[in-house]
Structures are given as C-alpha cells and as structure tokens.
C-alpha cells in the first residue's frame, strides 16, 4: 500500500509539472507566436531547468500541440452548446456567433488555431491523430447542422462536407482579418471589425441557403 501511495503521488506531482510547463509555453506561445518562441523562453517562464522540462515534454513542436489540443477542445465546447436551435438558419448564425464570442473571450488560442498551419509547415507528418480529431469534430458541428438543414429543405441540396469545409475556411479568414489586420480592416478598408464579421456570417449563411 505504501508503494502505491508513493507511485500515485510521483505521477500526480508529474501530472501537475507537465501542466505547469504547458501553462508556461501557453503564455509564451500567446505572446510571441510560434516561430519567434524559443525552449530557452519556455524553460524560463515555467521556472525549471531544461532538464526537467524535457522530461516532461519532447520538443517546442509537442509543446505547441499541447496548446492547440486545449483551444480545440475549449471551442469544440463552445460552438457545440450552440447548434440546438430548430432552425437551421440560426443554429448555422449561431454557431459562427459561439465562434466569435470564443476568439473575442480566448484571443490567444483562437490564434493558435487560426494559425496551426506555421506549426503543421514544420513537420506535417509529425502532427498528432488527436489534433486532425479535434479538427474534424469542430468541422463536424457545422456539417451536421447544414445536412440538418439540407434534410428540412431550408439549405440547398450540397455536399455538406465541403460546405462545412468551406463555411470554416470563410470564417476562420475573416476571423484572422479582425485578430491580425485590424488596421488594415479599419483604416483601408473602412469597416468595424464587428460590422465586417457580422455581415460575412450573413454571406455565408446566404451562399448555402435554398
């Protein structure tokens, strides 16, 4: 019994110290991006050595994976609360608008997600099985909620794969536009970032209606 005290507590202290270190890429990665991290600056905010960070976790790639799981799974959670509406129309709106509230209240991780693809250019074959789940369950809230509105004939008769596609790809630029352009959004281009997402929530909505 002593034994499996002790063993219960070394992988409950090495559960909370590989969080820790997760917290502290987490901060880093929110406030430098990926490409301008460095383990070095991990190492140092999550105040162990190189050492022990290591043993927790491999390299800055798994580190980044680890942080992208936590916003896929946070907004998996929020846009799925979202698609129950009756109709399909509005759950569609409403899932674009859980979407929204998730990046105004989570920046840092829907940059992350936004911008997976700087981490997927550095070794794709080494991107984990759970992140492409975690995209295809994301994916799939909008897919059921079009063939749900494609089966009441309130949506045209489409591949709703590629319109679920199609619909996040719209969506998740426009979202970039207001995280990462806001000057230009405003300054060129004369619009409010909450009037530019509000009416291309509406041109999508309107590309797949019947």
């Known amino acids: 019994e002593h034994i499996m005290t002790q063993s ?3 992988e409950e202290v090495a559960k909370v110290r590989r969080e820790s270190i997760i917290d502290a890429a987490e901060r880093v990665f929110f406030s430098k991006g990926y490409l301008n991290t460095t383990v070095d600056e991990i190492v140092k905010e999550a105040e162990y050595s190189k050492r022990t960070v290591y043993a927790y976790i491999k390299s800055k790639a798994e580190m980044y994976d680890e942080v992208a799981l ?4 946070r907004q ?13 129309a509005k759950a569609l709106l409403e899932v674009m608008r859980a979407a929204i509230h998730f990046a105004e209240e989570f920046p840092g991780y829907t940059s992350v997600i936004v911008n997976y693809h700087i981490r997927l250019a550095d070794s794709p074959e080494s991107i984990p099985e759970v ?3 975690w995209d295809a ?4 809230v909008v ?3 079009i063939e749900r509105g494609i089966a009441l004939g309130v949506f ?4 709703s794969r ?7 790809s719209v969506f998740m630029g426009a979202v970039d536009l207001v995280l990462n352009k806001r000057h230009y959004l405003i300054k060129d281009r004369g619009m409010q970032p909450g009037e530019f997402i509000e009416q291309a929530m509406e041109m999508l909505l309107y590309s797949v209606m019947k």
Do not use: M, Q, W
């Not at 936590?70 to 799974?73: D, L």
């Open 8 to 10: 219960k507590r070394r």
């Open 70 to 73: 936590r916003a896929y799974e």
């Open 76 to 88: 998996h959670a929020f846009i799925s609360a979202a698609k129950n509406d009756p109709d399909p």
């Open 131 to 133: 992140i492409n789940e």
């Open 137 to 140: 369950k994301l994916l799939g």
């Open 143 to 145: 897919e059921e909620v």
């Open 156 to 159: 045209r008769d489409i591949d």
């Open 162 to 168: 590629f319109a679920a596609t199609y619909c996040a």
